[in-house]
T-cell receptor
Framework: KAGVTQTPRYLIKTRGQQVTLSCSPI?????VSWYQQTPGQGLQFLFE???????NKGNFPGRFSGRQFSNSRSEMNVSTLELGDSALYLC??????????????FGSGTRLTVV | AQKITQTQPGMFVQEKEAVTLDCTYD???????LFWYKQPSSGEMIFLIY??????QNATEGRYSLNFQKARKSANLVISASQLGDSAMYFC??????????FGQGTILTVHP
């Protein structure tokens, strides 16, 4: 079966612009979570969606937002980009949510560079 | 708050030998899950192994085993018979009740021929 698909793989944006990243989970998975990975801060949780509802949110400014559609696909949006937003953004899908998750499948990530 | 500590920034191992990657965790939750992921240079996070907090036996998946010592709050990954393709970054992570994963800083493993 198809894995988690993230598009685009690479992105270069200018400071002040906004960007939308997409994540298609494994078929049947209803939970999607997003992570930011930088050399300095490591992997940090952004948010988690289950059945179109945001269930959990990390400690990021309001410029970072997301949503999930009825087909479980999720999008993440970052407005007013800053240089520090340059990172690898990883999406993970899982069958269950919360305590009932025994495995997360990650996509290949979107590498965002802000210039 | 949950915390994962990986104290080994880098590890070296000879091909075909076993290696242990250390992971300690801190949480006040009674129910949690512990994961190990491998991240090659391509960036994708590859799931290796899972251990639930109530599992009494150590998890094993092929060449990977998790040495779970609950009282010491440690969840070390043991890779047996290392292969060149095992060279990558390895992350230990914990899932709490909310479903969020907290990651350690990672250990870079280099396998020498």
């Amino acid at each position: 079966k198809a894995g988690v698909t993230q598009t685009p793989r690479y992105l270069i944006k200018t400071r002040g612009q906004q960007v939308t990243l997409s994540c298609s989970p494994i078929s049947g998975h209803r939970s999607v979570s997003w992570y930011q990975q930088t050399p300095g801060q490591g992997l940090q949780f952004l948010f988690e969606y289950f059945s179109e509802t945001q269930r959990n949110k990390g400690n990021f400014p309001g410029r970072f937002s997301g949503r999930q559609f009825s087909n479980s696909r999720s999008e993440m949006n970052v407005s007013t980009l800053e240089l520090g937003d340059s990172a690898l953004y990883l999406c993970a899908s899982s069958l269950g949510e919360g305590l009932y998750v025994y495995g997360y499948t990650f996509g290949s990530g979107t590498r965002l560079t802000v210039v | 708050a949950q915390k994962i500590t990986q104290t080994q920034p880098g590890m070296f191992v000879q091909e075909k030998e076993a290696v242990t990657l250390d992971c300690t965790y801190d949480t006040s939750d009674q129910s949690y899950g512990l994961f190990w992921y491998k991240q090659p240079s391509s960036g994708e996070m590859i799931f290796l192994i899972y251990q639930g907090s109530y599992d009494e036996q150590n998890a094993t998946e092929g060449r990977y085993s998790l040495n779970f010592q609950k009282a010491r709050k440690s969840a070390n990954l043991v890779i047996s018979a290392s292969q060149l393709g095992d060279s990558a970054m390895y992350f230990c992570a914990m899932r709490g009740p909310g479903g969020k994963l907290t990651f350690g800083q990672g250990t870079i493993l280099t396998v020498h021929p």
